[in-house]
């Protein structure tokens, strides 16, 4: 009996044993071949595999380059091709993307309404009459504020915003600074969207193309503008843009970052063309904004001016007319080796100065007291190319001035006297040499240049007592 037993249990797992195991079967081998096939998975499946399977091509290739490259990182992408799906799906996510931005900003509606609420929920100050608010105004009208234009103007109405603004003895803040610092970040995030829109590769720089397009869509929304001939706006827009670019690339790569545009002082004189009618500004406002349609229109006939030969462009000799011919011949010389870019030819106009390269010198000359002004001039200063300014070089550049200055009849001068007081004016940190940090740090370093390249700018500077005092009489004389 037991033997019998024994014998059925040895059969059953005997049988047990000799079933064969799934990965053999050939039903289950069909099945994994006709799934691994994609043959039977829908068509969200079959993304998602070939997605893994992109992805980790990718991943692989990375890591094969990376491993050939060694221990230097990456530093350089390369931008999607024209046309390819990399390019448009970063074109529909950056638009996507600024369009959310631009929704959230507040309109001339909303701003309008805000100013309404800040002025019906804030008291008088009885000793000034300014309109002010303490920090409980501030939470209430943030509140009708949310209520009436909604939730996007709540991020104005911040504790640390409230915090930024001058208090008096109460701890108030008055409303107007609050409501033109709400009115500055809506204009500057708008610029930076519209900028961005511009912005092609999406790297964060405009180049001068793309800046001149929006100048030129800015245009119709500038009161001082809004009249400027059709023919005339590609020159306008090539004149204003070119202000940007030399306070912003002090490089000169041809690109200017956009954060640095909107927070340069360019933008601002820009947009103050906002403002009132050109009518109602004088011509001493007009010809000092660079923007102004009276400025740009006064740079073209200068140059058309200088341009003798109608070639497009200025040779040494007619630079030489620029203010009257004031300027120094060195200086001029030293203005064409530094910031005239030389032609793959030896003749022709290969060393005459085109329209940018001018604009850049006017631009220099009108703005030397800038760190990017004296920059530029001090390259043309800098004789020997050595970075700094000894006794030789300030007497060889004021030997022209000196020339210049004894031909227009004044008194005879000291060429080492001068000196000696450009030596007393900068202080330079080195008593044997003047560098462009000197001339920064001494604050005067755009009077030193104008009296070294300027029989004007040494006239000026010599009668400086004469003209300030000049300065002071008409209102003396109205007051009488």
């Avoid at 019998?4 to 990965?23: L, M, V």
Wanted: glycine content about 6%.
């Amino acid at each position: 009996m037991y033997s019998g037993s024994s014998d059925g249990e040895s059969h059953d797992t005997s049988t047990q044993r000799r079933i064969p195991p799934a990965s053999s079967m050939l039903w289950v081998r069909n099945l994994r071949r006709y799934i691994g096939s994609g043959a039977g998975l829908g068509s969200e499946a079959l993304m998602e595999l070939e997605t893994k399977r992109i992805l980790l091509e990718i991943f692989k290739d990375k890591q094969q380059k990376s491993q050939e490259a060694g221990t230097i990182p990456s530093f350089y992408k390369k931008k999607p091709e024209e046309g390819s799906i990399s390019q448009r799906v970063q074109r529909l996510a950056k638009y996507r993307f600024l369009k959310k931005q631009s929704d959230l900003l507040l309109n001339s509606d909303d701003l309008a309404a805000m100013w309404n609420c800040l002025r019906e929920n804030c008291v008088i100050d009885d000793g000034t009459g300014a309109e002010k608010m303490n920090y409980e105004d501030f939470c209430h009208i943030a509140s009708v504020c949310t209520e009436q234009i909604g939730p996007k103007c709540r991020r104005f109405f911040s504790p640390s915003n409230f915090m930024k603004f001058e208090k008096d003895e109460a701890g108030r803040i008055a409303i107007l600074p609050f409501y033109l610092y709400v009115m500055r970040t809506v204009s500057l995030t708008q610029a930076r969207i519209d900028m961005s829109e511009l912005d092609e590769d999406s790297d964060g720089f405009l180049q001068s193309q793309e800046m001149e397009s929006y100048i030129s869509g800015l245009i119709p929304n500038l009161a001082q503008l809004r009249d400027m001939p059709d023919a005339f706006t590609n020159m306008y827009c090539r004149i204003a843009a070119q202000k940007f670019f030399f306070f912003c690339d002090p490089h000169r790569r041809g690109k200017a970052c956009i954060k640095k545009i909107l927070l340069s002082n360019c933008l601002q004189e820009l947009m103050e063309l906002h403002q009132e009618s050109e009518e109602e500004v004088t011509d001493t406002e007009q010809a000092e904004n660079w923007f102004s349609l009276t400025s740009a229109q006064r740079i073209c006939d200068m140059f058309l001016a200088l341009d003798k030969d109608c070639s497009g462009s200025l040779s040494k000799q007619e630079l030489k007319e620029y203010a009257d011919g004031t300027l120094t011949d060195i200086f001029i010389e030293r203005v064409f080796d530094e910031h005239v870019r030389r032609g793959k030819s030896g003749s022709g106009n290969s060393r005459e100065m085109d329209f940018d390269s001018f604009l850049d010198f006017v631009l220099a000359l009108e703005n030397k007291d800038t760190p990017e002004g004296l920059t530029y001039l001090f390259r043309c200063l800098d004789l020997q190319g050595r970075g700094f300014l000894t006794t030789s070089d300030i007497h060889s550049l004021f030997r022209d001035v000196h020339q210049k200055w004894i031909e227009g009849g004044n008194y005879e001068l000291c060429i080492e006297d001068v000196r000696d007081e450009i030596w007393d004016m900068v202080k330079p940190s080195d008593p044997l040499k003047i560098t462009l940090d000197d001339l920064l740090g001494c604050k005067q370093g755009g009077t030193v240049a104008s009296m070294l390249i300027d029989v004007r700018g040494f006239w000026a500077h010599d009668n400086r007592e004469n003209l300030l005092q000049e300065e002071e009489e008409p209102p003396e004389e109205e007051s009488q």
